[in-house]
């Protein structure tokens, strides 16, 4: 699942909002409804992400961010009060899932949390999901062969058949429904094929 704060009225940044928070801690961020098959739009949202990624996740010193530590100080009571601060003792102004990896810049598949058809998009290392996006980091496959795998009518029945229909028929997308589906073996100019047709 994609990131959640708990407090994204605080985390992101609607398009065009002027701050003072510094730049390297801004994230173009994505939601679900962003996401198209094969494709993304940008909204334009910015998420304050207060980590640094030199060789893992590390926690900033908000000392070390003036424009940052004014910006979250102003929230401080809110962000204080979330779970992973009373409960966790997280440091008040980290996110409240813990950061596994740079994800901003990981190569991914995304797709909404909750949809009513297959709606996966590639994004080679741009977005920040939030928590209404799951991703899927492609390991020895191509990425826009598997995109056009999961976009395609036979894996959208599958997830159809695993998936509960939550509301007005809409499927959720998490891991335990996408894990499973079948993954076919293609030659190289297969899965070019497939690609090209997905393109089109």
């Given at each position: 699942?994609?990131?959640?704060?708990?407090?994204?009225?605080i985390y992101?940044?609607?398009?065009?909002?002027?701050?003072?928070?510094?730049?390297?801690?801004?994230?173009?961020?994505?939601?679900?409804?962003?996401?198209q098959p094969f494709r993304i739009s940008d909204s334009g949202l910015r998420m304050?992400?207060?980590?640094?990624?030199e060789k893992q996740p590390r926690l900033i010193d908000i000392e070390g961010y003036p424009g940052a530590r004014r910006y979250l100080q102003a929230h401080r009571a809110a962000l204080s009060e979330r779970h992973c601060v009373r409960v966790?003792?997280?440091?008040?102004?980290?996110?409240?899932?813990?950061?596994?990896?740079?994800?901003?810049?990981?190569?991914?598949?995304?797709?909404?949390?909750?949809a009513s058809h297959n709606?996966?998009?590639?994004?080679?290392?741009?977005?920040?999901?939030?928590?209404?996006?799951?991703?899927?980091?492609?390991?020895?496959?191509?990425?826009?062969?598997?995109?056009?795998?999961?976009?395609?009518?036979p894996i959208e029945f599958l997830i159809r058949l695993r998936a509960p229909i939550v509301k007005d028929g809409f499927s959720r997308y998490r891991k335990q429904f996408l894990k499973t589906l079948p993954v076919p073996r293609a030659t190289a100019s297969s899965q070019a094929a497939i690609i090209r047709a997905a393109e089109n």
């Amino acid at each position: 699942a994609g990131i959640a704060t708990v407090r994204d009225s605080i985390y992101v940044l609607p398009a065009g909002a002027k701050t003072d928070i510094e730049e390297e801690l801004l994230r173009p961020a994505i939601r679900g409804r962003d996401l198209q098959p094969f494709r993304i739009s940008d909204s334009g949202l910015r998420m304050l992400v207060p980590f640094t990624f030199e060789k893992q996740p590390r926690l900033i010193d908000i000392e070390g961010y003036p424009g940052a530590r004014r910006y979250l100080q102003a929230h401080r009571a809110a962000l204080s009060e979330r779970h992973c601060v009373r409960v966790w003792q997280k440091a008040w102004y980290d996110i409240h899932d813990p950061m596994p990896l740079d994800i901003g810049h990981t190569p991914k598949i995304l797709v909404p949390d909750i949809a009513s058809h297959n709606r996966f998009a590639f994004d080679p290392g741009h977005y920040w999901p939030l928590h209404s996006v799951y991703y899927l980091v492609p390991q020895d496959i191509e990425p826009h062969f598997l995109t056009a795998l999961l976009n395609s009518g036979p894996i959208e029945f599958l997830i159809r058949l695993r998936a509960p229909i939550v509301k007005d028929g809409f499927s959720r997308y998490r891991k335990q429904f996408l894990k499973t589906l079948p993954v076919p073996r293609a030659t190289a100019s297969s899965q070019a094929a497939i690609i090209r047709a997905a393109e089109n």
